[in-house]
T-cell receptor
């Protein structure tokens, strides 16, 4: 299994839809996970951190399933402004400080 | 603006030339990271500094790449004898804690 693997997408959804992305990871000892958002030709920005079973922030919910080694990001009532690439991020093994990014899942919310 | 800044934002160079990029982190952040991102991929880790010490380097960082952070503040990334495969977005990030990294706008390098 790769260090981190994401749904390739792209996802095209209408405004108001609920959409979910999954991400699997290989390091069973990982304690923290992140979702970053990256707009076209911009830098990644931290969207959510997941340290235990999950985290919720408004329309966004991140969940962690340690047994199956995956995390998910759920976006409810999607807005046009949610259109972006969503990057799943896990820390690697061995106490390294580098973050390992997935390839990203592109979301387009259509009017 | 108190975020991470990078200079230049764009660089076009000919194959074989040397280029240097600069990153100014958020002032209270002691950790600084360099990543490289190509189209359709997530950022790939290159190297990491804690204060002025370079503590980690990726195998991606060939001997043509060197990074410094001489006073524990700004950092430079130099690429010598550039190759077309070096064309990418070079991202700098800084953090106080390992888990919350803030990225700069990046330097887009095009090697002709």
């Amino acid at each position: 299994r790769k260090e981190v693997e994401q749904d390739p997408g792209p996802f095209n959804v209408p405004e108001g839809a609920t959409v979910a992305f999954n991400c699997t990871y290989s390091n069973s000892a990982s304690q923290s996970f992140f979702w970053y958002r990256q707009d076209c030709r911009k830098e990644p920005k931290l969207l959510m951190s997941v340290y235990s079973s999950g985290n919720e922030d408004g329309r966004f919910t991140a969940q962690l399933n340690r047994a199956s080694q995956y995390i998910s990001l759920l976006i409810r009532d999607s807005k046009l402004s949610d259109s972006a690439t969503y990057l799943c991020v896990v820390p690697p093994e061995g106490g390294s400080e580098k973050l390992v990014f997935g390839k990203g899942t592109k979301l387009t919310v259509n009017p | 603006d108190t975020g991470v800044s990078q200079d230049p934002r764009h660089k076009i160079t000919k194959r074989g030339q040397n280029v240097t990029f600069r990153c100014d982190p958020i002032s209270e952040h002691n950790r600084l990271y360099w990543y490289r991102q190509t189209l359709g991929q997530g950022p790939e880790f290159l190297t990491y500094f804690q204060n002025e010490a370079q503590l980690e380097k990726s195998r991606l960082l060939s001997d043509r790449f060197s990074a410094e952070r001489p006073k524990g503040s700004f950092s430079t990334l130099e690429i010598q004898r550039t190759e077309q495969g070096d064309s990418a977005m070079y991202l700098c990030a800084s953090s106080r804690w390992v888990n919350e990294q803030f990225f700069g706008p990046g330097t887009r390098l095009t090697v002709l």
